[in-house]
């Protein structure tokens, strides 16, 4: 059975004659039989929805002409290396997601929209599947080839109908590269088309209930429409990581390995400063691989030592 608090919100707007309301509380009992794993409930108010497509939506999302990509997370915010003002952001976000009932109890509704900015390589993607993990929920990727359509109007019906089928179930949804549809409408090189994409993907987020925590993710935070920003409750940007997040990743790449590195870590993060949390990632792979194959009695300290060289001759290539 439903939420008391779903229930009298679907009588109070129904005798109300909202139908907007209406139509969020009963979104949000869908998504509430979701979670107790009624998919036959579920289901059968979707079709009094006329979602159509949405009614089939219980099913991984696997076609690859499908414009959403599902992923179970398999990592939490406590795996990442995170700047303690966005590791607060995100717990606090969390928190307000899994006790959603009781701001609802007074009137409030949950923030459940995050904008990241950062370079490449600096963990936007692996937060988005973090915060999943954090809120059990499925990761779903926008793919932008299965949206953006060459005739008119084409690209704006295909985000409505994508917005429809992602509203019905708690989710992360997450766009990347949101700079690709989101681009600034002011922009005098950009075609009329672009700019009514731009309105419908406002109007779409704007209508998303607070169930659906919508993540986007940009390199170039210039691109972005104006009013984008507006539409998000937290900006958060990632760096690449400072000289104490790097000695916090060697800490725990050091107790992953059960193996002492061999040089000193401070030492380590001087060298690696300007490295970003990818290839720092594939540093410690490297450091890992090379640890295998040299057999029973490993050499740690010469390994670690090769690999910085390396790494540092690749930073000197890449100047």
């Known amino acids: 059975m439903p939420r008391t608090d779903l229930l009298l919100n679907l009588a109070k707007a129904g005798s109300q004659g909202d139908q907007v309301g209406v139509r969020r509380t009963l979104e949000a009992i869908v998504a509430d039989e979701r979670g107790k794993q009624h998919h036959v409930v579920a289901d059968r108010l979707l079709e009094v929805l006329s979602l159509g497509e949405s009614a089939r939506a219980s099913a991984p999302i696997e076609a690859a002409s499908s414009p959403l990509l ?14 303690s003002a966005v590791r607060q952001a995100a717990d606090e976000l969390v928190e307000e997601q899994q006790r959603a009932d009781l701001l609802r109890s ?3 509704e949950p923030r459940n929209r ?21 809120l059990a929920v ?23 109908r994508l917005f429809d089928r992602v509203r019905a179930r708690r989710c992360v949804f997450f766009f990347d590269e949101f700079d690709a549809i989101g681009k600034e409408r002011g922009d005098k090189h950009e075609t009329g088309e672009i700019k009514r994409v731009v309105s419908s993907l406002l109007l779409n987020v704007d209508a998303l209930p607070s169930y659906v925590v919508t993540v986007a993710a940009t390199n170039h935070p210039e ?4 009013a984008i920003w507006r539409r998000f409750q937290l900006r958060l940007e990632l760096p690449k990581p400072a000289p104490t997040e790097i ?14 590195l061999g040089l000193a870590k401070k030492a380590i993060a001087t060298r690696l400063e300007g490295l970003s949390f990818a290839e720092l990632d594939e540093l410690c792979g490297d450091i890992q691989r090379r640890l295998v194959l040299a057999g029973s009695s490993p050499a740690l ?6 690999r910085l060289a390396q790494w540092q001759a690749r930073a000197a290539v890449r100047r």
């Open 106 to 108: 007074h009137g409030i």
């Open 114 to 134: 995050v904008l990241l900015v950062g370079e490449p390589g600096n963990g936007k993607t692996s937060f988005a599947e973090a915060l999943a993990g954090n």
């Open 223 to 226: 691109l972005l429409d104006r």
């Open 247 to 260: 000695l916090e990743w060697l800490d725990r790449f050091e107790r992953g390995l059960g193996l002492p």
């Open 138 to 160: 499925p990761l779903l990727v926008v793919r932008y080839e299965a949206i953006i359509g060459s005739y008119l109007g084409e690209t704006a019906m295909r985000l409505a």
């Open 301 to 306: 300290k010469e390994i670690v030592s090769s």
């Open 70 to 83: 599902e992923i179970v997370p398999r990592k939490s915010l406590r795996d990442m290396v995170l700047t």
